[in-house]
């Protein structure tokens, strides 16, 4: 089997990999693999191949995580886009481990307090989402 061949089987591999994991890392070096392949069809040896595959695999991996860090949002940022913050929900009480069960949007939302807040039934706001619970505010 030539080094071309191979270097295909091993983008293939990559890329299948990289679409049971979802990241794109794996799709940068598959990147690298094209290059060492197209590097192998040109009639180069195996350390230009290797070269190749390092410098465009690394380069697009390196650059991917730059890009990801620019693109990545603070918590508070990621709240303040929530829509459901100041919404209102009623609650009807609340258990010893200081949680409550809600209706927020049709489904059933577990809910904590803010801190500061007594544990008190009636109406309250939604203050901001920690995970999948909301944290609520009495009004």
């Known amino acids: ?3 071309a061949t191979m270097w295909w089987v091993l983008t293939g591999v990559l ?9 794109f890392y794996l799709l940068m070096l598959g990147l690298g693999s094209v290059a060492a392949a197209l590097a192998a069809m040109a009639g180069f040896g195996l350390s230009t191949q290797l ?11 390196l650059l ?39 209706k927020h949007r049709g489904a059933a939302w577990t809910a904590v307090l803010a801190p500061g807040q007594t544990a008190a039934p009636g109406a309250h706001r939604i203050q901001a ?3 999948n619970r909301l944290v609520l505010e009495k009004i």
Not at 15 to 23: D, P, Q, R, S, W
Not at 51 to 61: D, F, K, P, R, S
Not at 72 to 84: I, P, R, S
């Open 129 to 131: 989402m920690a995970g």
């Open 64 to 102: 991917l995580g730059q890009w990801r860090k620019r693109q990545t949002t603070t918590q508070q940022e990621a709240q303040y886009q929530h829509l459901d913050l100041g919404a209102t929900v009623q609650v009807d009480a609340w258990d010893a481990q200081g949680t409550a069960q809600v």
């Open 15 to 23: 890329v299948a990999l990289e679409l049971v994991t979802g990241t």
């Open 1 to 3: 089997m030539s080094n």
């Open 51 to 61: 070269v190749a595959a390092a410098i465009v695999g690394g380069l697009g991996a």
